[in-house]
């Protein structure tokens, strides 16, 4: 018997990589007492005015992220450190696009030179023994998926580029395993959105990443992985183990039921059936090894 997967990055196995490996060829350094450095330097160059006490929060080799300790009455903040100009440029594009339309975590300023953002600090987790939760969670990740739908139009032309129209008239991704799968992928989108959708996807969804706002807002953090060219589709198909390591285990047909309902409201036209075949055609594009039963 399959083990059902406990973690999203179980639930993706033998997925495309997206970037190869040693992709990245300055990394960031990992060691605390060189990062504590530039972020004190970061903060004075490019983001004068804010002061207080930096600490580590994570490091890897793509970004650092720090907490800004400020006193009352003003807010902590967040500050983010790249080290690949593009990924930079790919968060700060996906927070343009979903900063009024979505649910997310605040982006409060950018400096593309240290490739810096600050971002709102939330350190309050959600509450996952709520019973609701699994609906809030579809919620969320189907208003990131639909964010383009509700851009007013100026954003909405400079967007142009990155919409199902334009993924269509254009080669699928290098990291794409099938082509033709990719097309019939599109295709159902396009049947489900129409052509203007931003076909957004690719979320770092863990149970820690929904946070509480002082207000009870519940709000994703860190959208660094997301792109314009993944669709949602990945983040359906690792919902159902984010929501298992929260407590919460459902069946693959309730997990596509609360999206296929998130969606709806969205403005989404799938239906149970056209949502199966485009995860099946989403795996064979990809070279994802199971869909975990959400296409039964």
Known sequence: MTTAPATAAQALTGLARIRPSGWLATPMPTDPADLLVRARRVLAADHPGVGGRASVV??????????????PPESSLVLKLHADPAAYAGETLAYA???????????????D?????????????ADWTEAAMPAVLAERVAAVHTASLRLPGEAAEAMAGFTLAALQAAPAPAWITDPSAYGEVLAAHLDAYGPDLVPLGHLDLKPEHLRRRPDGELVLLDVESVRPDVTGLIDLVTQPAVLRQAG???????????????TAAGGARWTAGSLKTALRAYAAAT??????????
């Open 248 to 262: 919460h285990e459902l069946s693959p047909d309730r997990v596509l039921g609360l999206y296929l309902d998130a």
């Open 287 to 296: 070279g994802l090894e199971s869909l975990h039963g959400l296409d039964r």
């Open 58 to 71: 994570s490091a890897r080799y793509t970004a650092a992220v720090f907490t800004v300790h400020r006193p």
């Open 113 to 125: 030179q240290s490739l810096s953002l600050l971002l709102e600090y939330l350190p309050e987790p």
């Open 97 to 111: 696009l979903l900063a009024d339309t979505s649910p997310v975590a605040r982006l409060y300023a950018e400096a």
